[in-house]
C-alpha cells in the first residue's frame, strides 16, 4: 500500500523527487550530504527518494544508503553495452552499485553533447533491458515558449524520446518535464504553467500508449525548485514529484523541499 499525504489525496502516484547533483560532489562531500539526507528523511514514507550523484561516488554512495530508503540513481549511460566507447559507462556497470534510476535526456545532454531524442530513446531501451528506471527529461526553450511551440516542442519530444518503448516500460519510466529556461536561473514555471504542460503531456502519452499508462506515469517537474514552491507544484493534480538541480547539493534545502511536498 502506498502511504498517502493530506495533498496527494487525489493521486494515484506515488511522488517521487531526485536531486541532481551535476557534476558536484568530491566522494568526501557526497558522503556528507548522503549521511545527513538518510538521518533527516528517514521518516519519509510517502515520496519516492532519489539520489544522482556523479559516476564517481556511486559507490560509496551505495554502501551508505543500503539500508535506508534512498535509491540511487545515474545522471546518464550509454545506449551501448559494453565496448570501444571511451568515457562511457554501460548499464550493468551501473548495476554494480545497485543504481534504480538513470536520468536521460537531461537539458545539458541535450545542449552540450547534442544529444537527440533518437539517441535517448536507444538509451530508454538500454535502461529497461538493464532493469534500470529511466528519468527522461524533456522541455522548451524561452524561445521555443515565447513563439507559441511549447506544446509542439513536447509532443515531438515524447514521441521521439520514448520511442519504441512497450506499455509495460513505459509504466516504469519517470518523464521529468523541465522548461530549459528554468533550469538553474531562478525563475520556476507558475504553477499554472508547470500544470498545464504535464497535462498536455499525459494527453500525448494516451495517444501514443493508452489511458491506463498516460495515468499510471509519473511526471516530474524540473526548474528551480526550492523548498518555498514544492507545495504548490506538487498539488497540482498532474504533477508527481521533482527533479531538483541546485537545491538538492544542499542537506537543508533538499530536506525541506521533501518536506514540504508531503
Ligand atoms: C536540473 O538540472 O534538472 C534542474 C532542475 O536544476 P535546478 O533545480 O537547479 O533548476
Not at 502506498?2 to 562531500?29: C, F, Y
Not at 540511487?72 to 550509454?78: E, I, K, R, T
Not at 513505459?170 to 530549459?180: K, R
Amino acid at each position: 500500500m502506498q502511504e498517502e499525504s493530506p495533498i496527494h489525496m487525489n493521486k494515484d502516484r506515488k511522488l517521487i523527487i531526485a536531486g541532481n547533483w551535476k557534476m558536484n560532489k568530491t566522494v568526501a562531500e557526497a558522503l556528507d550530504l548522503v549521511n545527513g539526507l538518510k538521518r533527516e528523511l528517514a521518516p519519509i514514507k510517502e515520496v519516492d527518494l532519489v539520489v544522482c550523484p556523479p559516476f564517481t561516488a556511486l559507490s560509496e554512495v551505495s554502501k551508505v544508503i543500503l539500508d535506508s530508503n534512498l535509491r540511487l540513481g545515474a545522471q546518464n549511460m550509454s545506449e551501448h553495452n559494453f565496448g570501444a566507447f571511451t568515457g562511457e559507462i554501460a548499464a550493468a556497470m551501473l548495476k554494480e552499485f545497485s543504481v534504480r534510476f538513470v536520468i536521460l535526456g537531461h537539458s545539458e545532454r541535450r545542449q552540450y553533447q547534442k544529444e537527440s531524442d533518437e539517441l535517448i530513446a536507444r538509451k530508454a531501451l538500454a535502461a529497461h533491458a538493464a532493469a534500470l528506471k529511466p528519468i527522461v527529461c524533456i522541455g522548451e526553450t524561452l524561445a521555443e515558449r515565447e513563439s507559441g511551440r511549447t506544446e509542439k516542442v513536447l509532443e515531438t519530444q515524447v514521441r521521439g524520446s520514448l520511442a519504441g518503448l512497450s506499455t509495460a516500460q513505459m509504466e516504469e519510466t519517470i518523464l521529468a518535464y523541465e522548461p530549459v529556461w528554468a533550469i538553474g536561473t531562478g525563475k520556476t514555471a507558475t504553477t499554472e504553467q508547470a500544470q498545464s504542460a504535464h497535462a498536455f503531456i499525459r494527453k500525448v502519452l494516451a495517444t501514443i500508449f493508452n489511458e491506463t499508462v498516460a495515468k499510471r506515469v509519473r511526471i516530474q517537474y524540473g526548474g528551480s525548485v526550492k523548498a518555498a514552491n514544492a507545495r504548490e507544484l506538487m498539488s497540482q493534480p498532474d504533477v508527481d514529484g521533482a527533479l531538483v538541480g541546485g537545491a538538492s547539493l544542499e542537506l537543508r534545502s533538499f530536506s525541506d523541499i521533501v518536506k514540504n511536498s508531503i
